[in-house]
């Protein structure tokens, strides 16, 4: 990785650096803008930072915040959140996105680059280049790197698999004609080969989501052709090392000729794959090579049952500020969240728990991945301080809790039916109802803008965005009269 590696520089961030910050920004005289109002665009003191090589120097520069931003945007697993995150921060800070056609860059297929609107290949030296790509794709590093920057900040977000399954099952219960046929989810887990198909609509949504999304193949892909990676003909794969994530070797495998998908050393000879449900693989050198290789290419992988934790790693590794990071919660369902972090397994019942096992038991790929980017999160909080972690974890949520309390109606998620606002309604998909913000009445105008922001619904913060990279050229009376009907 090149200068800019996170792991190149100590930041000061916690209660005493904010005594500090705020007496340094006190004597500059910022203290009345900073300090002015409800909406102070920086926690002071948060950004102050301190280069790990100048240890005395107190008038040491900040970081520099990256903003090329790679974020596999997985299915059902907090992502939304994250993705409000990246609009705000890109829109506020005048960043291109590289943005799909319509909502998805062609999934479940592959990621294509010829996907992204406003893509040129090799040679349209016009086009500026992209800061962020960040919507639903099943991941594809070759053709990624068609159209970010090999030094971008590669990041993405992992759920346990039994959460992520109760989720899915509710989404995607009519898309997927594994779940369509299924009474429930637990009917589905007791004997999941009853409904489940390889090949039929929507499998992917039924098993091993995750794996899928990051585009890392599957034992029966292949043999079957569906479009997806091959096995690269080379009969001598290269070596890896099992990394723990974010060691940033991804340079070292961007050679034109090096291979973008891990290969499955082992998984030829065994057609018995999927008939198991625990991770029969014969070895697990087929699984430590794809983790290996996620490894060497994303810089961080959150974990949605320790969402808060995850959001300010990823402020310390972007160098952004922790109000950058500090969002509400986007296209949660109702009734979704219950069953959510570590700390509500007392009141789980027996069915509960069976259920977890099976779920897990089912999507063996992604259970090894969550356990393994579970382990690598808690390798990186140890690094950064577990309390210096708990004190900027307390931030962020006191200071969340003020913006719902300041920006929304009853502070908190609401049921669709009462959000009319069409900004700020959220799709409506699946068979749960999808649950938005309505903002409080009476707000100044800055704060409107900024509350705005935080409650705007990822398709229609997507469509805000890409109508200010593609300003109409029309003129204005012929624009209004081929406005689209939807
Ligand atoms: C994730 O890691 C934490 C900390 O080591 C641990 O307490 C928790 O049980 C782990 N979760 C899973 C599902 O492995």
């Not at 920057?149 to 993405?156: A, V």
């Not at 990051?214 to 034992?219: C, D, K, N, R, S």
């Not at 301080?385 to 300041?406: C, F, I, N, P, T």
């Not at 039916?417 to 009445?441: A, C, E, H, M, N």
Request: glycine letters at 8%; one cysteine or more; a positive charge.
């Amino acid at each position: 990785m090149g200068p800019l590696s996170p792991t190149r520089t100590m930041r000061l961030w916690g209660p005493r650096s904010l005594g500090v910050a705020l007496g340094v920004f006190m004597t500059i005289g910022f203290a009345l803008q900073l300090w002015g109002g409800p909406f102070q665009r920086r926690l002071p003191g948060l950004h102050l930072r301190q280069s790990w090589a100048s240890s005395s120097g107190s008038a040491a520069p900040p970081c520099p915040p990256r903003q090329r931003l790679v974020f596999l945007k997985t299915h059902k697993s907090g992502s939304s959140s994250v993705l409000s995150l990246l609009h705000r921060y890109g829109d506020r800070h005048g960043l291109r996105f590289a943005l799909p056609a319509r909502y998805q860059f062609g999934y479940p297929r592959l990621f294509q680059a010829s996907r992204v609107k406003g893509y040129r290949p090799q040679g349209g030296d016009t086009q500026p280049p992209f800061h962020i790509l960040c919507h639903h794709m099943r991941f594809n590093l070759k053709e990624v790197l068609q159209v970010m920057p090999s030094d971008s900040f590669f990041f993405s977000i992992v759920r346990d698999p039994a959460a992520l399954a109760r989720s899915a099952f509710s989404y995607y219960k009519s898309t997927s004609s594994a779940f369509r046929k299924a009474p429930s989810l637990a009917a589905f887990l007791a004997n999941p080969r009853a409904f489940y198909r390889p090949g039929a609509r929507g499998d992917h949504y039924a098993r091993n989501l995750l794996w899928f999304d990051f585009g890392l193949p599957f034992p029966q892909e292949m043999r079957t052709k569906r479009g997806n990676p091959q096995p690269p003909q080379d009969p001598n794969p290269p070596k890896l090392h099992v990394l723990p994530s974010g060691t940033g070797t991804r340079a070292h495998t961007l050679d034109p000729n090096a291979l973008f998908h891990p290969i499955p050393t082992v998984a030829g000879g065994h057609s018995q794959m999927s008939s198991s449900a625990s991770l029969d693989l014969g070895s697990s050198s087929f699984l430590q090579w794809s983790l290996a290789w996620l490894d060497s290419v994303f810089d961080l992988v959150l974990v949605a049952e320790y969402f808060d934790e995850s959001l300010v790693l990823l402020a310390d590794a972007l160098c952004w500020g922790l109000d950058d990071v500090v969002g509400f919660m986007h296209n949660a369902q109702a009734g979704g969240g219950q069953d959510r972090g570590p700390a509500s397994n007392g009141g789980l019942t027996a069915e509960d728990r069976q259920l977890t096992a099976r779920a897990r038991a089912w999507n063996n790929l992604d259970w090894a991945l969550y356990v393994h980017f579970n382990r690598s999160l808690w390798a990186r909080i140890k690094q950064y301080g577990q309390s210096r972690l708990d004190r900027a974890v307390a931030e962020l949520r006191a200071r969340r809790e003020a913006l719902a309390k300041h920006c929304l109606v009853g502070g908190e998620a609401l049921d669709p039916k009462y959000i009319t606002d069409r900004r700020f309604r959220p799709f409506q998909f699946g068979s749960g109802k999808v649950l938005g913000y309505v903002l409080r009445s009476g707000l100044s105008l800055q704060d409107q803008q900024e509350c705005e922001r935080l409650a705007t619904p990822e398709l229609q913060y997507k469509d805000k965005l890409d109508a200010k990279q593609f300003p109409p050229t029309v003129s204005l009376p012929l624009k209004t009269s081929r406005l689209p009907s939807h």
